[in-house]
């Protein structure tokens, strides 16, 4: 397998343009590579136990190995370490036809991107050649570093650790009768939440087996051993079996090692062919099982045991990444990509079977590429309360919404870790019911319920906006306080949104309990400083955090958030009954002007409050009666959609998918907010009103969230940060003196 030399053979294939070197026949060429082994019509190989099958699995594994160094090192930039170790089982599920192929490891990136290449799905983003490929790694509408929602043919985005599982179990939940196989890297499973994700999603749904975690024990994190790398082979068996894994596959590369490496983890690349063969057999056989036992109904997980950087330009951490130095005439990857170069047969041999596996290119047959059909839902059941009536819960009208659109819509789940009882929409628990395997009517659960609630933040994020960015209509409900342990997730997701080649559902959530209601448990559970990522997200352009008036304006806020598309939208409201204040035409304009006008009067002068919440309007109505008595006039806006208020500029929405322009114009934001004095008040972060601070040329000033404090009511807690009549009065009289 010695390279003849760096110029390509007059017979290569087009697609090979940009390959650096091309290696001689393989011993047994002549005998299996004649044809290729997915045959014309077919999508998958007949037998994992055919000579030939195995012979051009193998080929395909080092192909993948070889693009994947060379297109990185294009850029003296990337991961190719981690990917080069799982690539004959990479192999493996293209060759058996399985193309919905997930990863929790972004470092896999270039990786996927080399599978996506040969099975011509990157030719949908103008991609035909290695040389395109390697201009366009890692470059503005190219190929990004990590797994996003733009590439075609890969169905999930990949960033920070223990994520991927959700898509695929996300998949799984919708497509019964299709493996979703998913990489975890060892580093990866130190995360507490993959696994516990995993088991919680299987008590709930024990007949969805469907999706496959494929480990990939290679020994190494990012820049050292990983934490799971001196378990006994024994011990990982065992702790994927005590956390509910059925059937737990093991294939160890050192089993078939004729080179005598050292330690316990070793480089299939280096064995004689016979024993690569082998061991190549033994990962395609081992693959094959692993999908069978998924689809037919048994919790299964498949664990590669190989060195990190297997048949690249360094093993261990070392593999990991590119440094500046490793250009495409470094000694290290110069050696790595001959030692791995194909011959121009080989080449045109993997590309007919990437090819014709499964049917055709990824993008054209995965299940993330095309648009979902959705049951419709029809006209939800709006109550509109009298404005000035009797006080209501905003949280439990909405439930009474989302318990319409669960009994419309069979595949739609609410997520909740903290209960829905707690939140004010133990409604919707009493209509849909909580999944669990105990049937309990005390506590509406049972197993065909449509409430998820794992005592996980991550798993109730994580099953929401993997089955939103699959297609499907979901729900995320949190406390306030808690739901940053969620949000990492759920920005994946909206990212990946904005990116999108075709519409989904919006990822909706409603975070209820606020800071302002949980004074009794002090500052454990009064954390609204969440809004700052919302504030920041914003700017990305497909981010709408609102903040209904009350409980009439959370109904026309939910029923717009179900329309959008590819948009990440929080509802934040209080469980508390509170006053009415507006119709349901006020909030269908303030989600199209950013807010709506509440209580006005006139007087000497003016003096505009814009409040973001419901609960902090009480200390800001009680302000204007101590401005009204002085004889200045008030004008309190309730600001619902801040996004609105940002000049169109402000915002990335014309990169979106299913952008959305809307913007409130100069001459608005003068009826709203023109005066003689503005004054922004939240019960959350201050940055959440910047639209007003960078629009407005008043005197202006912030009344905002400082910290929690254990206090008995919510006044006392407004109190204890500054929000108070008195104080808002103050302010108001100095920046109008």
């Not at 480990?215 to 820049?223: F, I, K, P």
Request: charge should be negative.
């Amino acid at each position: 397998m010695t390279p003849t030399s760096p110029v390509a053979p007059a017979k290569a294939p087009d697609f090979c343009e940009g390959i650096q070197y091309f290696g001689e026949l393989w011993p047994e060429f002549a005998s299996h590579g004649k044809e290729a082994a997915i045959a014309p019509g077919k999508t998958a190989i007949v037998s994992p136990s055919d000579p030939s099958a195995v012979f051009q699995t193998l080929l395909a594994a080092d192909a993948l190995r070889y693009l994947t160094l060379q297109v990185t090192a294009s850029k003296a930039s990337g991961h190719p370490g981690g990917f080069a170790s799982i690539a004959e089982a990479i192999a493996s599920l293209v060759m058996l036809g399985h193309k919905n192929i997930l990863t929790e490891v972004g470092h896999h990136a270039p990786g996927f991107y080399s599978s996506m290449f040969l099975d011509r799905s990157l030719e949908d983003m103008g991609i035909h050649t290695v040389q395109q490929m390697r201009e366009r790694f890692r470059e503005h509408q190219g190929l990004l570093g990590h797994l996003s929602g733009q590439i075609p043919g890969l169905l999930n985005p990949a960033g920070p650790l223990g994520q991927g599982q959700h898509f695929a179990m996300s998949g799984a939940l919708l497509h019964r009768d299709t493996l979703f196989p998913v990489t975890i890297g060892d580093g990866g499973i130190g995360e507490p939440y993959v696994m516990s994700s995993m088991a919680h999603f299987h008590t709930a749904y024990p007949d969805v087996t469907n999706f496959l975690p494929i480990l990939v024990w290679n020994g190494y994190s990012q820049e050292h051993h990983s934490m799971v790398s001196t378990k006994p082979n024994e011990e990982m068996i065992e702790y994927w079996e005590g956390n509910g894994f059925q059937e737990v596959i093991l294939v160890n590369a050192k089993d078939f090692d004729d080179t005598n490496q050292s330690g316990d983890y070793v480089d299939s690349t280096a064995f004689s062919l016979k024993q690569r063969l082998a061991f190549t057999q033994a990962v395609l056989e081992a693959t094959d099982k692993a999908a069978k036992s998924a689809l037919s109904g048994k919790l299964t997980v498949l664990i590669v045991k190989q060195l990190k950087g297997a048949g690249v330009h360094d093993r261990g951490a070392k593999s990991h990444n590119l440094y500046g130095y490793h250009t495409l005439d470094n000694e290290a990857i110069v050696s790595a990509l001959q030692e791995r170069a194909l011959p121009a047969e080989g080449w045109q041999l993997v590309r007919t079977n990437f090819e014709r596996a499964a049917g055709g290119p990824a993008s054209h047959h995965v299940v993330t590429e095309k648009e979902r059909p959705l049951p419709e839902l029809g006209a939800l059941p709006l109550n509109e309360y009298p404005v000035h009536g009797e006080k209501q819960v905003a949280t439990t009208a909405m439930g009474e919404l989302i318990a319409h659109v669960g009994q419309k819509d069979p595949q739609f789940i609410l997520t909740n870790a903290d209960g829905n009882a707690a939140s004010g929409i133990n409604n919707v628990n009493q209509a849909l019911k909580i999944v669990h395997p105990t049937p309990d009517d005390l506590y509406f659960q049972g197993p065909q319920g449509q409430v998820y609630e794992p005592l996980s933040e991550d798993a109730c994020a994580g099953l929401a906006a993997g089955l939103a960015l699959f297609g499907a209509r979901t729900l995320w409900c949190s406390y306030e306080s808690f739901a940053i342990n969620g949000l990492p997730i759920w920005q994946t997701v909206t990212q990946a949104m904005a990116e999108l080649r075709r519409p989904t559902p919006s990822t909706i959530t409603l975070f209820t309990a606020g800071a302002l209601e949980q004074g009794r448990n002090g500052w454990t559970h009064q954390r609204p400083e969440i809004e700052n990522y919302f504030a920041a997200m914003m700017r990305n352009g497909n981010i709408f955090p609102l903040f209904p008036t009350d409980a009439n304006s959370i109904q026309v806020c939910y029923d717009w958030a179900l329309t959008t598309k590819n948009k990440g939208v929080t509802i934040t409201a209080s469980k508390s009954p509170l006053p009415i204040r507006t119709t349901f035409e006020q909030t269908k304009q303030a989600l199209k002007d950013g807010g709506v006008v509440i209580h006005e009067s006139e007087g000497k002068q003016k003096v505009v409050f814009a409040v973001i919440g419901d609960m902090t309007l009480i200390p800001v109505f009680d302000a204007a009666v101590r401005l009204e008595d002085e004889g200045i006039g008030v004008r309190i806006v309730s600001v619902v959609s801040p996004r609105r208020l940002y000049r169109p500029d402000d915002t990335a929405w014309e990169s979106c998918a299913q952008p959305d322009s809307h913007f409130l114009d100069d001459a608005g934001f003068d009826r709203l907010f023109g005066g003689d004095a503005l004054i922004g008040v939240t019960g959350g972060s201050s940055a959440m009103l910047e639209p007003l601070m960078l629009r407005s040329t008043l005197k202006r000033d912030l009344f905002a969230w400082k910290r929690g404090e254990t206090a008995s009511s919510a006044g006392q807690i407004m109190a204890l940060n500054g929000l108070t009549a008195e104080a808002l009065s103050t302010r108001a009289e100095q920046l109008l003196a």
